[in-house]
């Protein structure tokens, strides 16, 4: 009898520990659970410093090489400039979201709309190279293309190098030049190595290219007249390597600092080409 009541205590004793158990545990759970992206200061301040980045890198490099070519004054286009921020924002947000996310055709959808304003501004060639960033977005979020690898990477390098700084440029001189062309061989290498670790996410195969791309980005930085600045682009790209591509740092922070460190050796290698 004595050991039959023992049992029952026990078990009655194990009834009252369980809900404490669970409470203590679901707490635990909720505390360890991440906050929204929504409620993360650091995503928005970086949102931020990544749109001053691209619109950046897109705008100053192609008015500065017009300045040289006895181009007559021109008003930026309003229109032009709200395209472009709008661009800048759902590029960050795709990216950020990580692709093949559903919400990110909201975001994408937002520039394409806005193309209606521009076709009245612009001719058709300058409407079809500003609609081609937005729809490869769009289709880097669709499951079965399968571009969120190097394939990928190359087709978003190109058409961020050839759409905003092209259509800039020939708004600016209303003419395009072979030579500015060809010059903007170095914002394509910037693209496909800052760019490559939100492409390639595979460790090894993350690390790989980037090294890979970031050698090609050396040499390139390397040709240039050898000064402070030379320095500091030689600097970030090893920084950006070692720290930011061979680390895994959190997706959402990733395009943020990666667009900032493009921005400076964009300006870095550009700047010196006057």
Known sequence: MDEDYKDRLSRLDRLDEQPATSTSSTQTTRLNQPHSIY?????WALMLISIIAQLAIWWIYPLIYSRHLDAQSWQPS???IIYSVLLALATYLTFTHGLKQRINYLFILLPICF???LYQQMTIQQVILLVLLPLSLFLMNVPW???NNILGLILYSSLA???MPVVIFYQENTFLT???????LPLFMNYMYYMSSIFVTD???KRVTGLILGIVLLLNVLSLSWNFWTFLAIVIIIFTWMVLINFDVKYKYRMGLLSFFEMITVLVIFLQQR
């Open 115 to 117: 193309i209606y304003f």
């Open 161 to 163: 190098t050839l759409s």
């Open 145 to 147: 293309l399968n571009l």
């Open 178 to 184: 072979q030579p500015f062309l060809i010059s903007l």
């Open 39 to 43: 409620q993360d200061k650091i995503y």
């Open 78 to 80: 309003p229109v032009l």
């Open 203 to 205: 460790g090894q195969e």
